[in-house]
């Protein structure tokens, strides 16, 4: 009998790259961004806005140059859309950031000022007032633009990137790393795979969403196991983004993004 040829849509090497390129490209340009900050920032009214926030530089270029690569590897995805999954994902995702909102939110609400310590620092109850903010642009146009590149890249890139290298990639690559991992089903659960995929998702955020992030990402996973949905992961990310996005230029919490 003879054996199914192998397409570009079901290489394994070809599905590894179009898993983990997106990803790695969006991380290199993170670490650019770290590292043309130390040098070019100049927090001062007459510097250029590209000087005074290299992010609003930097992000929109990451946004365009990742959304390509996720084009070009368009069709080694399977996303297996559902409406029903889908509505699923965007009750996760409300739930999920409100969650991540929380913190920030109490600390308005009780009135705290300045830096808080102890188990508020802990869970994160903080201003979250510094951060990238649009603010910096006068003109009306300039403003829209930062702003819809700020949630192009939220809701949209950062929602298809992280679940198609956390849940597509990783989960499958912890269940069966010594055989063929593309041969494991989407959402399987395993044990393992939580723990590794949860705890880098946590170490991937900063100190004030950690305890967050390991609620979010424990509500991706059980979303991920129950549809076996990959596209309902994406949903659930993408309104979560949204929801903050909208949350951060509501009450000026820049610190969020």
């Not at 903010?133 to 929602?159: C, H, K, T």
């Not at 990783?170 to 995929?197: H, T």
Request: hydrophobic share 50%.
């Amino acid at each position: 009998m003879s054996q199914p040829s192998i397409t570009r849509e079901t290489d394994p090497d070809v599905l590894t790259r179009a898993h983990v390129i997106p990803f790695a490209v969006f991380m290199v340009f993170m670490i650019l961004l770290q590292g043309v900050s130390s040098w070019i920032e100049w927090k001062h009214p007459d510097a250029p806005w590209w000087r005074q926030d290299p992010a609003q530089l930097i992000y929109p270029i990451q946004t365009l140059v990742v959304l390509g690569i996720l084009i070009f590897y368009w069709k080694c995805y399977r996303f297996d859309w559902s409406w029903k999954w889908s509505a699923v994902g965007v009750i996760f995702g409300a739930i999920g950031i409100g969650f991540w909102l929380l913190p920030t939110t109490l600390y308005d609400a009780w009135g705290i000022n300045g830096k808080t310590d102890g188990w508020l620092e802990f869970f994160g109850v903080s201003a979250r007032k510094d951060g990238f903010n649009p603010g910096i642009f006068e003109d009306p146009a300039a403003y829209a633009a930062s702003v819809s590149m700020r949630f192009l890249r939220a809701a949209v890139i950062v929602a298809f990137l992280e679940e198609i290298f956390w849940r597509g990639f990783v989960m499958r690559i912890i269940c069966d790393w010594e055989g063929n991992y593309w041969k494991q089903p989407f959402g399987r659960a395993n044990w393992l795979s939580y723990l590794v995929v949860t705890g880098l998702f946590v170490a991937a955020h900063g100190a004030d969403d950690r305890v967050a992030a390991f609620i979010y990402g424990s509500l991706t996973y059980l979303l991920c196991i129950w549809s076996k949905n990959l596209g309902a992961c994406v949903v659930m990310h993408a309104t979560a983004n949204f929801l903050m996005g909208c949350y951060i230029m509501a009450y000026q919490k820049y610190g969020l993004w």
